[in-house]
Nanobody, 125 residues
Framework: QVQLVESGGGLVQAGGSLRLSCVAS????????VGWFRQAPGKEREFVSC????????YYTDSVKGRFTISRDNAKNTVYLQMNSLKPEDTAVYYC??????????????????WGQGTQVTVSS
């Protein structure tokens, strides 16, 4: 069983920055691909970014490319999501998710086995 705990959400003005953290409680963290998803009120959960377990290759949805950066520190069992130039449309609950190894369907939430409780990000205009 893998437990994921997110932190770092909050209220920020448009153009500001936040860094989300996701800490995993598993010894073999290096074998897990970790993704970030978000869900805004009245909308479906959507893929934001993920980082591959093997080589730390990164993937982003188009709307955050150039603004968000995902990274991982396997020694700390932690994945980060640095969010810059935030926009009101980034407002959502952000979830960390983990899956063993890799698959080309990394953008599909149903392929992740473990989820955190979510952290609220609110961007004011």
């Amino acid at each position: 069983q893998v437990q994921l705990v997110e932190s770092g959400g909050g209220l920020v003005q448009a153009g500001g920055s936040l860094r989300l953290s996701c800490v995993a409680s598993v010894r073999t963290f290096r074998l897990y691909t970790v993704g970030w998803f978000r869900q805004a009120p009245g909308k479906e959960r959507e893929f934001v970014s993920c980082i591959r377990y093997s080589d730390s290759s990164t993937y982003y949805t188009d709307s955050v490319k150039g603004r968000f950066t995902i990274s991982r520190d396997n020694a700390k069992n932690t994945v980060y999501l640095q969010m810059n130039s935030l926009k009101p449309e980034d407002t959502a609950v952000y979830y960390c998710a983990a899956r063993l190894l890799w698959g080309d369907n990394y953008y599909q939430s149903g392929t992740y086995d473990y989820w955190g409780q979510g952290t609220q990000v609110t961007v004011s205009s």
